[in-house]
């Protein structure tokens, strides 16, 4: 069982570093690192000229507008990097955006290409304030856009409804639902205009800003609560286990489980992250540099990767694989991955909460200083690892093994139907292979009563032919 699990772990966080896109240079496969969704809104094109006022207005109200960009930036690494000051950025390989995880990605991205093709709607983007993204009236510039670009964006509207519907249909064909109103079916999605399948019109820019928006703030609090009760599926899972087994073999499984518990918390000391001692040791031990040269401007152009002046989420979760390499190892059964990454985040969510003091979700140059010093960054608390933490209470425990049972009980009971209309399915399977045997002979007795029918005239012709012969 616990192989199972292990297997199952790692291969979660096989796929999340898979959706990672571009990841760290220098990091092993084995560290993982999982690309938040909004991590991607800090990848500002460089082509349009934004000044750093409008840069921190996308990047706080309209993040998708300016997600990809022409080159990554980062400081050469045959350089002394003790000396960096305004190296000049190298060109690279276009990064593509990591996947959001919203079940509109594709039609996300596609929307932001084609609006970005427009030099009108580009200018008035470069102008907007705050409140005229807020409010939707920036969403009315669409009215003024190319004709082509009105175009492209009917297309791709037409195609997400056709997706969607497609998503419906399968839905009811697999619970074999009949007389449903597909189209009311359609008010579920938030992200377009249903009532005008095929017009992209600004409603349907202003629904788009308004749902990603929402859904990218809560995406962190769901990934708490799918680690909750990924947590709780495993601690259910270890318990019916154990009902399972002899008393003998119970205690031995429970001791067995306190050993592996005891040696996952038996790690080194882990630093509280983003203080002094945490960023001396990814100085000293990732960067290879002096610890006594440390530089806190120095630090930050070197994990700024891409070299856009601010610190994005993907770039601080960078910075705690040393941290999370002293608790987790993918070879060691003790070691889960799934746990690796809510480590990860709870680091990165603590690190923005101290240090990103206008909550953009980007910590700029100046707030970075900033927080070098404060207290907190020289003389921090201590960090409680996820092994001293208590996920969820027994009573939580309890009421998810309910819901649980609630579930597999209508699991077993669409089995028993299912295995129903099998049954049924083969008994008129049989019956028609049954009447097809008796049509079949049926038609050879008829067959055989012709041939016997023809013979006697047969023979008979054939003494009349003999006769006249002769």
């Given at each position: 069982m616990a192989a199972r699990r292990r297997e199952r772990a790692v291969g979660r966080s096989a796929e999340q570093s898979r959706r990672l896109?571009?990841?760290?240079?220098?990091?092993?496969?084995?560290?993982?690192?999982?690309?938040?969704?909004?991590?991607?809104?800090?990848?500002?094109?460089?082509?349009?000229?934004?000044?750093?006022?409008?840069?921190?207005?996308?990047?706080?109200?309209?993040?998708?507008?300016?997600?990809?960009?022409?080159?990554?930036?980062?400081?050469?690494?045959?350089?002394?990097?003790?000396?960096?000051?305004?190296?000049?950025?190298?060109?690279?390989?276009?990064?593509?955006?990591?996947?959001?995880?919203?079940?509109?990605?594709?039609?996300?991205?596609?929307?932001?290409?084609?609006?970005?093709?427009?030099?009108?709607?580009?200018?008035?983007?470069?102008?907007?304030?705050?409140?005229?993204?807020?409010?939707?009236?920036?969403?009315?510039?669409?009215?003024?856009?190319?004709?082509?670009?009105?175009?492209?964006?009917?297309?791709?509207?037409?195609?997400?409804?056709?997706?969607?519907?497609?998503?419906?249909?399968a839905k009811l064909d697999s619970l074999q639902d009949t007389g449903i109103d597909h189209h009311a079916l359609l008010k579920q999605f938030d992200h377009l205009n249903h009532l005008n399948p095929d017009k992209f019109e600004s409603t349907d820019l202003d629904m788009l800003i308004k749902a990603a928006t929402s859904d990218l703030e809560h995406y962190d609090k769901a990934r708490h609560e799918e680690f909750k009760k990924y947590e709780m599926m495993k601690e259910h899972e270890r318990r019916e286990y154990l009902k399972t087994l002899t008393e003998e073999k119970r205690k031995e499984e429970e001791s067995k489980f306190e050993e592996m518990k005891k040696k996952h918390g038996n790690?080194?000391?882990?630093?509280?992250?983003?203080?002094?001692?945490?960023l001396k040791e990814v100085w000293e031990e990732t960067d290879g540099l002096d610890p006594n040269d440390f530089d806190p401007k120095t630090f930050f152009k070197l994990h700024d990767v891409n070299g856009d002046g601010f610190l994005d989420e993907q770039e601080l979760e960078a910075l705690f694989t040393k941290e999370l390499e002293k608790v987790y190892d993918p070879k060691n059964e003790e070691d889960d991955m799934v746990e690796m990454e809510e480590e990860r985040l709870r680091m990165r969510e603590h690190v923005m909460n101290e240090v990103d003091t206008n909550k953009d979700r980007l910590v700029t140059l100046e707030e970075f200083l900033k927080a070098t010093e404060k207290r907190e960054f020289l003389e921090p608390d201590s960090w409680e690892t996820l092994d001293q933490q208590q996920f969820f209470t027994e009573e939580e425990l309890k009421e998810y093994e309910n819901l649980i049972s609630v579930q597999e009980t209508e699991l077993k009971k669409k089995a028993d139907e299912l295995q129903k209309q099998k049954e049924e399915l083969q008994r008129q399977h049989d019956q028609l292979e049954a009447q097809k045997l008796e049509y079949h002979q049926v038609v050879q007795q008829m067959e055989q009563k012709k041939l016997q029918a023809i013979s006697p005239s047969l023979v008979e012709n054939q003494r009349s032919s003999h006769t006249f012969e002769a």
């Open positions: 896109g571009a990841g760290e240079a220098g990091l092993c496969a084995a560290n993982i690192q999982q690309a938040e969704p909004r991590a991607w809104f800090s990848r500002l094109r460089k082509a349009g000229g934004l000044e750093m006022k409008w840069r921190t207005i996308l990047l706080q109200y309209w993040f998708f507008l300016v997600t990809y960009v022409f080159t990554a930036e980062a400081v050469p690494i045959d350089i002394d990097k003790t000396k960096v000051k305004n190296t000049q950025p190298v060109d690279s390989a276009k990064i593509e955006p990591p996947d959001t995880g919203l079940y509109y990605d594709e039609y996300l991205k596609q929307v932001i290409d084609v609006l970005e093709t427009d030099n009108h709607f580009r200018e008035k983007l470069q102008k907007a304030d705050i409140e005229e993204i807020k409010s939707g009236r920036l969403s009315r510039e669409l009215d003024l856009v190319s004709h082509h670009v009105r175009t492209k964006l009917d297309e791709l509207k037409r195609q997400e409804v056709a997706r969607l519907r497609m998503l419906i249909k790690h080194p000391k882990v630093n509280h992250p983003g203080s002094k001692d945490q």
